[in-house]
DNA sequence: ATTGAGGCGTACCGTACGGTACGGTTCGGC
DNA sequence: GCCGAACCGTACCGTACGGTACGCCTCAAT
C-alpha cells in the first residue's frame, strides 16, 4: 500500500534519494528531450522502475514532481523596500533583468519549458500551468511589488501595476525566450544579457520615471 | 519510383489534393497535438497511409510540409515607404503590432508553436527553424525596412535597427506568446489586442521618437 | 539469527504508432 | 474496351515504451 504522490512537491517532501533521482530526471530532459523514458530515468538514477512508480504513480506524476522540484530550485530574493530611491530601484530592476535572462536561456529552463509547452498542447495542462506559475506569473508576483514601492515613493508612475509589470517583462524578455526554444543555439553571453538588462531599465524609467 | 518530396513547399509545388492532406494535418494539429498521427491524418484526409508516405518521405516529411504550407499562407503586407510621416508610421506599426498578436494568439498559430518548440528539443531541429523563420526572424525582416525608412524620413532615432525592433516585438509581445504557448485559456480579446498594439506604438514612439 | 520492508535489476505484457504490403477501385490515355 | 498509374482501405510487422511482476539483496528492528 502506498501513499498517492503529494500533490505538490518541494525541497522538503522528498528523500534525499528521490531528489536524486529528479535530478537524473533533469539531466536526461536537458541532454536531448528524447530519451527521457522511464527506463532511461531508472538507468541513470540507478534505480528500478518499480520504484520510480511507486513513488511518483506513474510517468506524469514523476515529470510534474521534476517541473516542481526544479521550481523550488529558483528561490526568491526579497528586495529591501525601506531605503528605496531611484537608484537602488534601477539596480533592483536591473538585476531582476539580468537574473531573468540568465535563467531563461539557461539550458535546464529551456528544456523545462519545452516540456511543458509541448504538454499544454495535450490534455496534460498541469504541467504548462505549473511552469506559467514559476515562469511569468511567478516574475509578476515578485516583481509589482517592487513597482508598486517605487510607485508609491514618487519614483515611478503608473495607472496598472500589472500593465507595468507586462511592460517591463517586454522590454527585457522581448524575442529571446521563444528564439531560443525554437532551437535557435546562440545563447546571448554574459554580457550581452547585462547590457541587454540595463536596456531595459533605462526605457522602463523612460515610459514611467516620475 | 516517387522523386524525394521537394525541400520546400509552398502554394504552387502542391497539387490541391495534397494541400488538402495538408490541411487536415493543421486541423487535428490544432484540436489536440496529440491525435497528429500518420493513421490519424491519413483518416482525416480520407487517404492511404501509402500515399502519406509516397508524397512526404516519412512523418518528419509530412510536419515540415505542413508547417512550411501554414506558413505560406501568411502573406506580406508591402508597406508603402513614399508619404511616410509621423502618422502613416504610426499607423502601419500599430497594424503591424495588431496583426502580429492576431496571428500569435490563433490556434493555429499556437499549435505549430507548440510542435516546433517540441521538435526542437530532439534532433530534428527544422520545423523549429522554419517557424524561427516565418515567426521573429520573418516580423523583423519585414519590420526593419519600415524602421529604417521612418529613421531615414527622421521619424524615429536609433543606432540599430535590430535592437530598435526587439524593442517593439518585445513591447508588441511581452508575455502573451509564452503564456499561450504554456496553456494559459484566456485568449486577449480583439478590443485588448488593438489597445495593446496602440500603447506599444506610443511607447516605441516615446522611445525613439525623434 | 530471524524477519520483513524497501529497493534493485530484469523479464515480461499490452498497446500505440511508424512504416510496409497488398487487394480493390477509379480514371485518363490508347 | 483495355491497360497502367494513382490512390483508397485495411491488414500486417517491428519496435519503443508505459506499466507490472518477480526474484534477489541489504539492512534495520526485534
Redesign the interface.
Known sequence: MTPPPPLTVSDDTLTERQKDVLDAALGLLVD???GLTMTGVARRASCSKETLYKWFGDRDGLLTATVQWQASKVRVVPVDRDTLDKRTLGIALEKFGRDWLTVLTGDTSV?L??????H????K?NL??I??EN??IGMARRCKPLLEAGRDAGLVKFDDAD?AF??F???????T???M????QRRPSEEQIAAQAR?ARE?FF??FGA
Open positions: 536531448g528531450g528524447d528544456a519549458n519545452r516540456l511543458a509547452v509541448s499544454a498542447g495535450q490534455e495542462r504548462g500551468r511552469v506559467l515562469g511569468p500593465q507586462r511592460t517583462f517586454g522590454l527585457v524578455v522581448r524575442d525566450q521563444i528564439r526554444l525554437l532551437g535557435e536596456r526605457q523612460a515610459l
